[in-house]
């Protein structure tokens, strides 16, 4: 087979750079998941990136959504992937959320169910590079050296029975949360499965020789089938050290948190990695169970005509995120007693208003029930007169 002069000419460049410009060492993080049942509702962790340089990718959880549902009809079940943190790409921080869709089989013939992205709303994005799926990438402002708390958890949809995945971070310096996105996965019954691991990863052969680093803790879960949290005070961290991947590595911990860092430039580096262990495993000192605040009301109103109630609130941003909110409308009867006469779920966290019909002169009571992201409860309620 003969190949032109200016084919050869761009493999040899490749092949060249590759050479001359590696990428930084690949740092996992692998925490001890040995007290949980593997059946997880929500992940948490707190980060903070300590040097912070273009194309770096900080996944801060990624794992397997549980199929057993789809295993018990069908066969070759597969897929269902998830990942998700924050990336300095050329021009912009970012914060990302993956959901690689599941495959498999009915009677031979192959089939696929993607997740789909119900918050923000928008076209869909999809990816098909490393697998095939749904993601959002979204510009996101994260400060370096500034603790961040991410949130990951599962919730059913009641009108669909569906699971739903949701992602928030918080700036734990401001105290403000964000909304990242949440998915609708078609899947049923379905939650996290322990293990969730971490990675820092530089992920281009440009702008290599630029030390990577981050601290890592308060990793806690909310197990599913023990009904409460449990701390995560223990981790592996080690180097996946590809054959392309060179400069320093540094894994290590303090009393209160993780950290690593990867990246810089060595003269020697074989010599470096025979001094220089390529794991690490480490406890930290955090309590057994997290005290998590409950959620804010900011402000709430009702109106009402004979047509129907219009409720309207709004949380405060730097408490706890709702994950679903019950609406329940009580009506004064004749005698001075409360009836309950409408009640609703929702499932939907960016969810600020509702309106419910109504054609009868009288007293009635809107009571708002906010769940959060912490299974945590906030209620409010007011009462008007028509």
């Known amino acids: 087979m003969a190949f032109s002069n200016s084919f050869l000419i761009i493999v040899l460049s490749f ?54 549902v789809l295993k018990k009809t069908y066969t070759d079940v597969n897929g269902g992937f998830v990942y998700g943190g924050l990336q300095v790409v050329d021009n912009a921080r970012k914060s990302i959320m993956s959901c690689w869709q599941v495959e498999y089989r009915d009677k031979g013939v192959k089939k696929i169910i993607k997740s789909k992205r119900v918050y923000p709303r928008g076209s869909e994005s999809t990816f098909d590079n490393e697998g095939s799926g749904t993601n959002f990438l979204t510009e996101y402002n994260w400060p370096t050296n500034v603790w961040n708390r991410f949130v990951v958890r599962v919730w059913k949809d ?11 971070i918080q700036n734990l310096k401001t105290g ?68 392309d991947t060179a400069g320093t590595h540094e894994l290590g911990c303090t009393k209160e948190y993780f950290y690593a860092s ?15 262990p390529s794991s690490f495993t480490c406890t930290i000192t955090q309590p057994e169970t997290p ?35 019950l609406i329940e409308i009580y009506k004064l009867s004749e005698n001075k007693a409360w009836r309950l006469i409408h009640s609703i779920y929702f499932a ?28 945590n409860i906030g209620v409010k309620y007011l009462n008007k007169t028509i």
């Open 176 to 243: 403000e949360w964000t909304l990242h996105a949440y998915f609708n996965t078609n899947l049923k019954d379905s939650f996290i499965l322990g293990q969730i691991d971490l990675f820092q990863e530089h992920y281009s052969y440009d702008y290599f020789g630029l030390e990577r680093s981050f601290k890592i803790k308060n990793m806690y879960v909310f197990d599913k089938t023990y009904q409460k949290w449990i701390s995560i005070n223990t981790t592996r961290l080690y180097i996946d050290d590809h054959n």
């Open 262 to 276: 990867s990246g810089l430039p060595v003269d020697d580096q074989k010599s470096y990695d025979k001094t220089h």
């Open 15 to 68: 092949l060249l750079a590759k050479v001359i410009c590696p990428s930084a060492k690949v740092i996992y993080s692998t925490p001890d998941f040995s007290k949980t049942s593997n059946k997880i509702e929500i992940f948490t962790i707190d980060f903070m990136g300590t040097n912070t340089p273009k194309k770096t990718y900080w996944a801060l959880f990624q794992f397997f959504l549980d199929l057993s």
């Open 348 to 375: 939907k966290p960016e969810l600020k208003s509702y309106a419910y019909a109504t054609a009868f002169k009288g007293t009635y009571l809107a009571y708002l029930t906010c769940y959060s992201i912490y299974n």
């Open 158 to 168: 009641r009108n669909t029975g569906n699971t739903f995945l949701g992602g928030w």
């Open 291 to 325: 005290s998590f605040p409950k959620p804010v009301f900011k402000s709430m109103s009702v109106s009402l005509t004979q047509v129907k109630m219009s409720i309207n609130w709004r949380m405060d941003p730097t408490g706890t995120p709702c994950y679903k909110y």
